[in-house]
C-alpha cells in the first residue's frame, strides 16, 4: 500500500479543502462566510458542498433566520477523521 | 511536480483555517501608535493636575466656570476628560486606519466574519468594565477606576485574543497584573495607566509589529 492510497480524492480541490479547513476550525459557517472566505461563486460553493455532503462529510441545516432561509454547514466527526488524516498524509508525502 | 501540489495544498489549509477563525490584518504599528497617544494624554493630565493643584492661586482648584456650575463638574475634571477622549479617539482613529490598510494589502477584508467576531469578543468585557467604573463612581470609590479599567482592558484583550494574533494575550495578562497591583497604590492610577496602556502598547505593538510587518 502506497502512501499515496491515504490521499483523499473527495479533497482534490481547492474549494473543498477550503471548505473542510475552515468547517475543522469553526463550529458551523454559513453560506455567505463561505463564499466570502473562498471567493467562490454561488453555483460553484453549491456543487462542491453537495459532493462534501453525498460523502457524509459534512451536515448541512436549513433553516430561516426572520424570514430570510440560511443554509449552514458543520463538519461530520467521519468528515473531521477523513481530513485529518488526508493532512497526516500529506505532510507525509511532502517530507519524503 | 506534484510535491509542490501537497505543500501548495498544505499553505491553503493552514491559511484558510487561521483566516476563517482569526483577524490577523490588526496593525501592530497602531498599537505602537496608541502606547504614545496615552503616553501624551498621561502627560498633560500630570501638568494639568500639578497646575491646579501647585498653582500660586490654589483657589483656583475650587474655581467653577460657568459650564462646570450648570453640570456640577470642575474645570479640572472637564480637562482630564477631554484628554482622555481626545486619546481614545486618535488611537481609534489610528487602529482604524492603518488596519484597513493592512487588511487591503493583505487581501482580507476589513469587516468579515472573523473582525466581527473579534470586535465583540473584545467590546463585551471591554464595556461591562466601563458600567463597572461608573458604579465605583457613583458609589464614590474612584480610587478603584484607574486599576478597574486596567484589568477589564486586559480581559478583553485576553478573550480577544482567540481572533487575531496571539501576542493580544499577553498585552492581557500583562495589563490584569498591572491593574491588580494598582489596586495597592491608590492614588497612582494616572503612572499605571501610562505603563498599562503606554509602555506596554508600544513594546507589544512593536513586538507584533517588527515580527510580523517587517
Known sequence: MSLIDNINKA?????????MSILMVNDYADFKMLKEMLGATDGNLASHTKALEKE????????????????????????????????????????? | MKQNKYLEDISEIKNMMSRSSRFMSLSG????????????????????????????????????TEFSQVYGFSALAIKLLIIAFSVILAATVTGIILTYNKAKKSGEKMWDVSSR????????????????????????IAGLVAPTTLIFYGLACVNASKYTLGKVRYLGYTNIIIGLIATQFIGYGLYFWALGFGVFHIFYGALMYFKDEK
Open chain 2, 29 to 64: 504599528l497602531s498599537g505602537i501608535l496608541a502606547g504614545i497617544y496615552a503616553l501624551i494624554g498621561a502627560f498633560l493630565a500630570k501638568s494639568n493636575m500639578d497646575y491646579y493643584i501647585y498653582s500660586s492661586d490654589s483657589s483656583e482648584i475650587l474655581t467653577r
Open chain 2, 117 to 140: 467576531r473579534l470586535l465583540i469578543n473584545f467590546g463585551v468585557p471591554l464595556l461591562i468594565g466601563g458600567l463597572f467604573c461608573f458604579v465605583l463612581i457613583q458609589q464614590e
Open chain 1, 11 to 19: 479533497f482534490d480541490h481547492r474549494i473543498r479543502l477550503g471548505i
Open chain 1, 56 to 96: 457524509d462529510y459534512i451536515k448541512v441545516e436549513k433553516q430561516f433566520i426572520g424570514r430570510k432561509p440560511n443554509t449552514r454547514y458543520s463538519a461530520t466527526p467521519l468528515g473531521k477523521a477523513a481530513f485529518t488524516k488526508h493532512i497526516n498524509a500529506l505532510e507525509k508525502l511532502i517530507r519524503k
